[in-house]
């Protein structure tokens, strides 16, 4: 319940931000798109600022707070397309 309650709150937060640049919702895509994208790299800024802080580099602090897996998550292979058409046949 607590989860829920969380994303509430950062959504009437967006929704006080969307409203003060003007923008009406459902933004439009780019928008909305840039917006997600600034969610998704706010998201890893303590992260990576804490290993940081302990004196990583910023390869090591990148690596260590798992920031590509979570920004790009799990990229197609081709032997995933492979076996998908072959289950689709």
Same mark, same amino acid.
């Given at each position: %319940? ?5 994303? @509430?709150?950062?959504?009437?937060? +967006?929704? +006080? +931000?969307?409203?003060?640049?003007? +923008? ?11 917006? @997600? @994208? ?14 940081? %802080? ?19 998550? %799990?990229?197609? =292979?081709?032997?995933?397309? =492979? ?7």
């Amino acid at each position: %319940m607590k989860i829920y309650l969380i994303s @509430l709150g950062a959504g009437l937060l +967006v929704g +006080v +931000v969307y409203s003060l640049l003007q +923008v009406r919702s459902p933004a439009p895509p780019l928008i909305a798109l840039v917006g @997600l @994208l600034g969610i998704l790299i706010g998201e890893q800024i303590l992260p990576l600022g804490k290993h940081l %802080m302990r004196g990583a580099s910023i390869e090591r602090a990148w690596k260590q707070a798992e920031c590509a897996p979570h920004l790009f998550g %799990m990229l197609p =292979s081709g032997s995933d397309r =492979s076996q998908s058409s072959k289950g689709d046949a």
